[in-house]
């Protein structure tokens, strides 16, 4: 697994190495930087990529002895994923890794977009915080990292263009940085659910394999084509859910080869108890395996 996440932000990434220049634009300096601590030591990064697709920006430093550290964020400044690879091997032989925690990101690791610059193509940003070996386990072994950058990117054009899960959450703009899947075989109901980096995941409930489109009006009862609504409880290391009741129009549903790509809205309530949140300006346009 630790494997395979490493791969992805490599070949993500690969190539794309920024410039050096000096002078400043839009109050971004145009002087490149990189200043990166790892459990309190400085580490020298001796080069460094940068890449933007779209919405999400991707930067990878990389030190002489062989760490690297990443991060993947969006233009409105929420954190998707932080990676630091070590130099060390586990006691399987492994390379070690540690991931900030998947859930309610902005609790647990502390990462500001100081500045975009989309004319001239620079971004800089500054963070720390603990990642952990498993980013599924808030009690599994930490590492601290600190820093900030100032870069250079390229942009890059990707294969298919617009993809987004986006809603408004009580008025503030919200936007899915992760997913994951959950649920039924084919045939059966399966939940595709969306992380931010704050406490809020939103999901949308299809029959897997299924392409029907149309508006569908839904409920706590409700089975499928729908959305539910949960909140991450930093107390508990657990989802608080809701119950859910509002529409969802699904406009599009494209079949491809193990892979397929819905596109829609939504709006809708959800409560807790005393508790009620209005989520509306619901946009879905997603890729999801099956």
Sequence with gaps: MK???TLTILFFTISIISCSTDGDSDGI?????????????DVKIVNWRAVKSENTIEVIGNSEKGESFSVRFNVYGNLSAATV????????????????????KSNYFNF?????????????????GDLYEDQYDIDSETNYVEGSFNVGYTEVTPQI????VSAVIDGDKWYSTSSTSSG???????????????????????????????TFQFD?????NKITFSRYDPNTDGFIGYETSGVFTINEHIQGFGINQIKGTFSLTAVNGNETIQITDGVINDIYSF
Excluded: C, M, Q
């Excluded at 300096?29 to 030591?41: A, C, I, L, Q, R």
């Excluded at 045939?187 to 029959?207: C, F, K, Q, T």
């Design 85 to 104: 690879i070590t130099d060390e091997k586990d006691s399987d032989g492994f390379t070690k890794a540690y991931w900030a925690y998947e859930y309610f």
């Design 184 to 214: 039924g075989l084919s045939g059966s109901p399966r939940s595709y659910e969306h992380y931010s980096d704050n406490a809020y995941n939103l999901s949308y409930v299809i029959i897997n394999n299924s392409f029907e489109t149309g």
């Design 29 to 41: 300096s145009n002087k490149d930087s990189f200043e990166y601590k790892h459990e309190n030591e």
């Design 161 to 164: 263009l617009g993809l987004e």
């Design 3 to 5: 494997f395979l996440k």
């Design 220 to 224: 706590s009862n409700t089975s499928y």
């Design 112 to 128: 500001e977009l100081l500045g975009l610059d989309e004319t001239n193509k620079r971004v800089s940003v500054k963070f720390s």
